[in-house]
């Protein structure tokens, strides 16, 4: 069977990171005879939107929604678009019509890279964030009255469902059951967030009857916030609203060195839909365009689009060919971010190396 793969490359260091994705799947691929077949697409891009003006093509979902998995790098590029334009008229708009509900963001210190938390080693820090990712505060749900006046009144709802916040507690209790610590941490912010948040903690108990072999506790966000940096060993599955999520997964890969090898999993549980698979870093323009950009975050999210698409043996050699190219600690391979002066190229044909044996 041939997996169809979309790669959209996107914006920025995007255009970068992913042919070093591609290298690395295709090695894992020939190394554990998959067939994988690719097609590469230039929108959800800002270039995109400066010709056709808009994101997407009209039948986006249809071209898309062919594929077996996405593949993409990075969206954004404030001086040509608006970040808000970009954002919801791409990534967003694959979450939502592809019912990707499930963000799955881990945040693992990997070896030969320096936290900077003191004294952290690999496996200090360890865990899940499950981020929703339909809903929530990135709603579209709200509006402006009188514009550039001194009344002006502005209003964006947060929008919370049951069947959207049960399904999303759902995987990440799954998770959490399948893991040796078996704990479940969840997001939350019931004290000034009077009316969404008391619910989403409702529901959580209500899903913790289901589940009694799973340890629960909750933070609220700004004190768990401080807790993954004083205590990033009590986590093991961080379960969160769509920003509360987004914001945990940018903090918790900060705390294990860099932001620059987080993976991302995008993911429709259900497969009725293509799951989409990206590094949890942004287009970063200000690196883009120099080859330095860290293409870990891509491959590691390769290595997530393997296990999803039925292939865990190849998905776990490329986190353990990342591993090893890592602890070689070469610093004429490794990327500035990890305190070398390689390149993207040269850093991901190093990985690919590894993966081929
Ligand atoms: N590869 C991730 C990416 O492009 N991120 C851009 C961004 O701003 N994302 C916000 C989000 O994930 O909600």
Redesign the pocket.
Known sequence: MTHRIAIIP??GI?TEVTPEGQRALEAAARRFDIALDFETFDFASCDYYLEHGRMLPEDWRHTLGEFDALF?????WPEKVP?HVS?WGS??QFRREFDQYV?LRPCRLLPGIKSPLAGRKPGDIDFYVVRENTEGE?SSVGGTMFEGTDREVVIQETVMTRTGVDRVLKYAFDLAASRPRKKLTSATKSNGIAITMPWWDKRVAAAAEGYPEVSVDQFHIDILTANFVLHPDWFDVVVAS?LFG?ILSDLGPACTGTIGVAP?ANINPEGRFPSLF??????APDIAGRGIANPI?QIWSGAMMLEHLGHPEAGRTMLAAIEAVLEEGDERLLTPDLGGQGSTEALGRAIAERIAG
Do not use: C, I, K, R
């Open positions: 996107g914006d995007g993409f790098g990075a969206v954004g970040d954002l990534l967003l963000n990135y769509n987004d991302s990206e590094p949890v870093h942004g287009s975050g």
